[in-house]
């Protein structure tokens, strides 16, 4: 059973997706009527959808990109637990960023967006929580898999609207060695499947300009599991995009009974990669 806190980010996210494509919708599809007796008597067409909306093609887009991310929160293995915190300069000085990329894949009003991750995240003074420990080296690394596959309720020329569902997959590792040392040090790894849904808005600023923001959120192997990206996009040649922006990432995991695992983490910090238009 999920707890109300997980309810109500699944419910605030499914929400807001409810309330911004219905909003679009009345836009698109209900003008006012002086706008409806203007284009009677205008030469100007109705906004039309985009040319490719329903072409019958399959398009893909490729997207490698980097997070700059700075971690906090508890990890614990084995029944030892320690907090961390580890900024995006900590991360980068000690060379601990990862493989990140981002694959979609569209025909028609259908979407399959598959988002791949591994980071390497590592503290040098992390501070127990057992007695008589001064302090800890804890290293944890992650793959996140999420693939979703989704419908394209809104889609207009400066207004896209997707309304997703799908899977993110967890593998943890995690090593804690103590300051003065206890045994050899812990380990432990874990691997679990959280059901996440949530939505991406698309909104056009300017012909070679746009804003996307998306989230989701759920839970099933973990207690709690959400995220939230913003991103503007620079149009910088026919077929490739440069993006900038900002992720937040959150997930709570305790393995029970017994608790032998231990992943509370924030994770935050800025996006910087390149959306290749394939086809």
């Not at 809104?154 to 090593?175: C, F, N």
């Not at 026919?238 to 029970?256: E, F, I, K, Q």
Request: hydrophobic share 45%; aromatic share 10%; charged share 15%.
């Amino acid at each position: 059973m999920t707890s109300p806190r997980t309810r109500f980010v699944i419910l605030s996210i499914l929400t807001m997706s409810l309330a911004l494509s219905v909003s679009a919708v009345a836009l698109a599809d209900d003008p006012p009527a002086a706008a409806d007796a203007n284009a009677q008597t205008s030469n100007n067409p109705p906004p039309q959808p985009a040319a490719d909306s329903a072409d019958g093609q399959w398009h893909f887009k490729f997207t490698p990109y980097l997070w700059f991310a700075g971690a906090n929160g508890t990890v614990g293995a084995l029944g030892h637990e320690a907090s961390f915190d580890a900024s995006a300069g900590d991360l980068l000085s000690h060379f601990h960023l990862g493989l990140m990329g981002e694959v979609e894949a569209r025909k028609n009003r259908f979407v399959m967006p598959v988002d791949f991750m591994w980071i390497d995240l590592q503290a040098a003074r992390g501070l127990p929580f057992d007695q008589g420990v001064s302090s800890v080296k804890l290293g944890v690394s992650e793959i996140v898999f999420t693939p979703k596959v989704g419908y394209r309720i809104v889609d207009h020329e400066k207004v896209k609207i997707d309304a997703l569902i799908g899977l993110r997959y967890w593998h943890l590792g995690q090593s804690l060695n103590f300051n003065p040392p206890i045994f050899n040090g812990v380990s432990a790894s874990q691997n679990w499947v959280d059901g996440v849904a949530g939505g991406k808005f698309e909104f056009a600023l300017a012909p070679k300009a746009s804003v996307t923001i998306a989230g989701d959120a759920g839970g099933g192997g973990s207690s709690l599991d959400y995220q939230v990206v913003g991103v503007l996009g620079v149009k910088v040649c026919r077929a490739a995009v440069l993006d900038l922006g900002w992720r937040y990432l959150y997930v709570n995991y305790l393995s029970n009974p017994p608790r032998s695992a231990v992943f509370d983490a924030h994770m935050s910090g800025a996006l910087l990669g390149v959306t290749f238009n394939l086809k």
